[in-house]
């Protein structure tokens, strides 16, 4: 009887070795099929996802034996973690374990935007060699205003502080006497005034009523026309329409998007941009970021299946009787 099923596409050296010990489904298309997806879950003690499976109050219902669910990242938009507490089940994720990969992309996107590489690669590849065409600007001495400040706006901070940059902070949640803001120093300042005089903005902010549609055609208006905007976040926080608008009115210079409103996205007027870099969701997507993120979801379920209780749970260390 499967114990452990994993839904979408999450392997690794800790996912064999939890197979040693358990039987482990591994479906990685699974996510597409809910329908199957509440068959298959019937007799699972544990569900492992990432964003795409949509964990239901439907899909938990189905799944009576279910002690835990754990997702293989840090947002927590797909699954009903309402629905699991009230049905008993752990709710795990992997708060920090990717966060300095997508750090990392930050900065390459804004040095991709600043350099204009990906246009420039283009260019020489088709047989071009204008130089002057694509000179571009240092991030020496240029603002860097951050959308959020938790542990992915820290790291981003923290490398863009060694580029020479200024930091600004908008997150109307933080304590500005978290170790953090001591440890990088930011300028914590309203939004309009972060976006106002901001060289690059980027976006830290995950998905939430109060998010959602946060950067709209006026908020890009308030952007410098030289500044690049940069979304390794959630898609749904920026109104994509606002932002194309944005971008052939020439309103801001650029963005680099990691994530969209809906993924995949269809082609659309952003692929035609040369000011605009986009990438598939890859912000946690490293060797490195890769194995901490298995190892800890595999950590989790192990426990849990165990008795033991989990590391990174966000309702319940261990499963409550149904
Ligand atoms: C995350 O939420 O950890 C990242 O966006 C990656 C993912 O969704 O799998």
Known sequence: MTDILVSENIVGA???????????????????????????IADCRALIVRNQTRVTRELIGAAGRLQIIARAGVGLENVDVQ???????????????NALSVAELTLGLMLGLARKIPAADRHVKAGGWER???????????????????????????????????LLAY??????????????????????????????????????PDTRGLFTYARFCRMKPSAFFINVA???????????????????????????????????PLCEMDNV???PH?????????????????????????????????NFPLPKQR
């Open 277 to 279: 870099i986009l990438v």
């Open 132 to 166: 002057l065409r694509y000179s571009g600007i240092e991030l020496s001495g240029k603002t860097l205003g951050l959308v959020g400040f938790g542990r992915i706006a820290f790291l981003t901070a923290m490398r863009a502080k060694a580029f020479g940059m200024r």
């Open 234 to 268: 959630r898609g749904d926080v920026v109104v994509e329409a606002d932002l194309i608008r944005a971008l052939h009115e020439q309103k801001i210079a650029g963005a680099g998007l990691d994530v969209r409103a809906v993924e995949p996205p269809e082609k659309g």
């Open 282 to 314: 890859i912000g946690a997507f490293t060797a490195e970021g890769q194995h901490r993120v298995v190892a800890c979801v595999c950590r989790d379920v192990e426990a849990v299946l165990s008795g033991r209780p989990a590391a990174n749970y966000v």
């Open 83 to 97: 629905a699991a507490s009230e049905a008993g089940v752990v709710v795990s994720y992997t708060p920090v374990q």
């Open 171 to 208: 997150d109307p949640y933080l304590d500005p006497d978290a170790l953090t803001v001591t440890e990088a120093q930011p300028q914590l300042v309203g939004l309009d005034d972060l976006l106002a005089a901001s060289d690059f903005v980027t976006c830290h902010l995950p998905s939430s």
């Open 14 to 40: 800790p996912m064999d070795a939890l197979r040693k010990s358990h039987e482990v489904a591994f479906e990685p298309d699974l996510w597409k099929n809910p329908a199957r997806l509440a068959e298959c």
